[in-house]
């Protein structure tokens, strides 16, 4: 089941032109989110900004804007289904809306962490700031850094600066304060990032955005990454070149963040 241009399709096939621009260059450009509450209108789902985020990166790129209210009805028809979305755009205005369900793992992972890996530099995000149909980079270095027993990798530029996982922003812990690397260092700028942001502003947390360098890394007390679907995931272990770093994935600020999910979300 998907909606698709208009129409909800109950199939597990989408029939695209050959000459689709989506299907030939991964010309689309797409957003996931978690529906809490059942409801695309709960603060949590942030349904508005995503929408906001899609329509930035169309606007970028001189694309047409879909009919919204279609968007939101295809949703409105899926989230009885599904507690995860992907919404996903073509150039000339089409809409492709699919769901999903949560990890069966999530809640083991949110509660003891994830081994992960750092990648190559050449295996990057194209168009960082977008969130487009091109995610071959990702998928490659989270697929090869299985053989490692890592569930995720970490992207880095070419000095090393650990910038976001394949799925997500990164988060750390040290000197009484969270760390997250800024947006001018070439990632997605994230929704949940953003709306983590603003929590812990808001409890007057400090939050110091600051590229992630090696040295830097080495003295986090604790690290996670975060996206809509995940909420965080604490990360105990990375494997890198020169050696692993380890972290503490029971780390008790980490009940800082997870005060945001605490009305919806179950016990950590």
């Known amino acids: 089941m998907y909606w698709y241009n208009g129409k909800l399709i109950e199939s ?3 029939e695209l032109d ?49 009919n919204w209210q279609r968007v939101y009805l295809g949703a409105q028809f899926l989230i009885k289904h599904f507690p995860v979305l992907r919404i996903t755009l073509f150039p000339d205005g089409r809409e492709w809306i699919i769901g999903r369900n949560l990890p069966e793992d999530l809640t ?55 910038l976001e996982t394949t799925t997500g922003n990164l988060w750390g812990w040290q000197d009484g304060r969270w760390w997250t690397p800024p947006l001018d260092v070439g990632i997605l700028p994230g929704i949940m990032r953003s709306q983590i942001i603003q929590w812990l502003q808001n409890q007057q947390l400090q939050v110091r955005e600051e590229p992630w360098t090696p040295q830097l890394v080495t003295r986090f007390e604790a690290i996670a990454y975060t996206n809509s679907v995940v909420q965080i995931i604490p990360i105990h272990t990375v494997e890198q070149a020169s050696g692993s770093l380890q972290y503490n994935p029971y780390h008790t600020n980490f009940r800082q963040i997870r005060r945001l999910f605490s009305m919806t979300a179950a016990p950590f």
């Open 12 to 14: 597990q096939t989408l």
């Open 18 to 66: 050959i000459n689709d621009p989506g299907l030939l260059y991964g010309a689309t450009v797409f957003t996931t989110l978690r529906v809490y509450e059942n409801s695309l209108d709960s603060s949590l789902t942030n349904w508005q900004a995503h929408c906001d985020r899609l329509k930035f990166s169309l606007q970028v790129f001189a694309w047409q804007q879909p």
């Open 108 to 162: 083991q992972k949110q509660q003891h962490g994830v081994k992960c890996a750092i990648a190559q530099p050449e295996f990057s995000r194209n168009l960082p700031s977008h969130k487009t149909g091109n995610y071959l980079g990702a998928w490659l270095v989270k697929n090869s850094v299985k053989n490692l027993a890592a569930q995720e990798a970490i992207l880095v530029d070419a000095a090393g600066n650990w």
